[in-house]
């Protein structure tokens, strides 16, 4: 008996500490987007933050939706060629990378790069009372660490996945032409016909909330690791982890919520 | 009799289970310096943090000025807790900006310094706690130890505050670059006419930087008096900790 009512405590208090911790979270991302939207603003540090999620994360978000779209012109073309349908690859590549392959990969390596990044930063920082001092030199860590990032991560998504999308299209297309034989006038063509401005719109839409998840998770850890350079460590791999895992979920709810028929 | 520059009153913290601060009651004078010393996890740190806003206290009252800290509107807390300058126990400088940001890093947050006049006065500051203008472009991380030190001294007092924080400000240091260190908190309190308060462990730095010394014991302020007698107080909890006894009434937890 003691041992069952020993298990409900146990869940009982996971679950506490569950709604505990997503309240914490909740009020973390009010406090940092009302932030954005008050004064002081810090331009050199949004710059600064913009350059590191952004420009740095351009070299391996560039590959990535490179060698995606040549895999994925590839793939097509073996499944396709069984229907005859190789015709559809352009559109396959081109609707592919941009609703859904651009932005969640973008997303998951901004989220392994920037986001690590951002945690590492803040979490030396808390271990190091450089956040506490922050506090005693008259200025608000949520607006000084935590807004600037977080607004950067709903700039700088889109913009990657905008540059991803068009390399992705670009890697289906030299797969397209160099490899599979496709006229380039007949691909370019097939590939922008059946292309509607929604579909590129709901990926940059994507875009910025992955932006935002990023910047949230890589701060929310990294602001309150505790523990020196093993909770540094973990509130690092929690950054990555979390932000990997509400990309792959927050995709589904968006791509349902921009579903269209 | 005048009113204290800061007066606590029963303050009270808890972590889960552990009451670290139990009631504690503390008179600081304007232009003194308190010393509070007791051992390691006795709540010196939430004592000081508390009074910054960094920890919030589950009960008590905390006065700057007469005026509750706890209980002001928010601006005012912040206006309050403004005056209080903090020199933290590794030095907390910000590792991502040079030195001469680091010292100018809260006059230029209250818009009390133009951003182009924040190199020269950051090396005036330098100077005062006896470091060369060069130091400035260099990053903390480029530092000894004791240059750190005296770079956060510089960052806590480049706003000439009237109360100033000292958390084990000898800790990691040789005992010469402590004396000096001592020296400097010294010489720049006076200079400012500051309150101070001292967090340390090192007892020839509190006898020096001390005008009154108090000890925390099980979250109570267990003895006050003149930082000159800790060494000779006859409490029984102070001679234990001040002359480094194992045996006594404070009973440390031994590793098995």
Request: include cysteine.
């Amino acid at each position: 008996m003691n041992a069952i009512l020993d298990a409900i405590a146990r869940l009982g208090a996971a679950v506490l500490d569950m709604v505990a911790f997503v309240g914490e979270l909740a009020i973390f991302a009010g406090s940092g987007l009302s932030h954005i939207f008050r004064p002081p603003f810090y331009p050199r540090l949004i710059g600064r933050s913009l350059l590191e999620i952004g420009f740095f994360s351009l070299p391996v978000v560039a590959l990535t939706a490179l060698f995606t779209g040549m895999v994925l012109a590839l793939q097509s073309y073996t499944g396709f060629s069984r229907f005859n349908a190789e015709s559809a690859i352009a559109s396959v590549v081109i609707l592919s990378v941009t609703r859904e392959l651009g932005p969640v990969l973008a997303g998951l390596m901004v989220a392994g790069r920037a986001g690590a990044a951002m945690a590492a930063e803040l979490g030396t920082m808390r271990v190091t009372d450089q956040i506490d001092a922050l506090s005693t030199l008259s200025t608000k860590p949520m607006k000084y660490l935590v807004a600037p990032r977080l607004l950067a991560g709903i700039i700088a998504l889109p913009l990657l996945v905008a540059v991803a999308d068009i390399l992705g299209v670009m890697g289906g297309f030299l797969v397209a032409t160099l490899r599979l034989g496709f006229s380039p006038g007949t691909y370019l063509t097939s590939s922008f016909s059946n292309l509607r401005s929604e579909d590129v719109v709901s990926g940059l839409i994507k875009a910025a909330v992955f932006g935002f998840v990023i910047a949230l998770m890589g701060c929310f850890h990294g602001y309150r690791s505790k523990g020196g350079a093993q909770g540094v460590g973990a509130a690092t791999t929690s950054a990555v982890v979390s932000a990997s895992i509400l990309i792959l979920a927050l995709d589904y709810v968006l791509t349902q919520v921009l579903f269209i028929k | 009799m005048s009113t204290p520059k800061i007066r606590i009153r029963g303050l009270k913290k808890h972590f889960g289970a552990k009451k670290v601060l139990d009631g504690v009651d503390l008179d600081v004078p304007a232009g003194t310096g308190l010393v509070v010393i007791g051992g390691s996890g006795s709540g010196k740190s939430v004592l000081i943090k508390s009074i910054l806003g960094l920890v919030t206290p589950d009960a008590g009252v905390i006065e700057i000025d007469g005026e509750d800290v706890l209980k002001a509107p928010p601006r005012r807390a912040a206006e309050l807790r403004a005056q209080i300058g903090m020199l933290f126990q590794n030095g907390a400088l910000f590792d991502s900006m040079p030195v001469w940001e680091n010292v100018t890093f809260g006059l230029l947050a209250e818009k009390k310094l133009l951003r182009r006049d924040a190199r020269a006065k950051a090396i005036e500051v330098l100077a005062q706690v006896g470091l060369d203008a060069a130091v400035a472009d260099l990053s903390p991380a480029e530092l000894s130890g004791g240059m750190q030190k005296r770079v956060a001294l510089a960052r806590a007092i480049a706003s000439a505050p009237a109360i100033m924080f000292f958390d084990e400000p000898t800790t990691g240091l040789d005992p010469i670059m402590g004396a000096v260190i001592d020296e400097l908190i010294i010489d720049c309190v006076k200079r400012l006419g500051s309150t101070s308060v001292a967090i340390t462990h090192d007892m020839a730095s509190a006898v020096r930087i001390g005008d009154a010394a108090a000890m925390l014991f099980e979250g109570k302020i267990c003895w006050t008096g003149p930082a000159a007698s800790l060494l000779t107080s006859g409490n029984e909890l102070v001679d234990q900790f001040t002359h480094g006894r194992a045996t006594g009434p404070i009973k440390m937890a031994l590793r098995k």
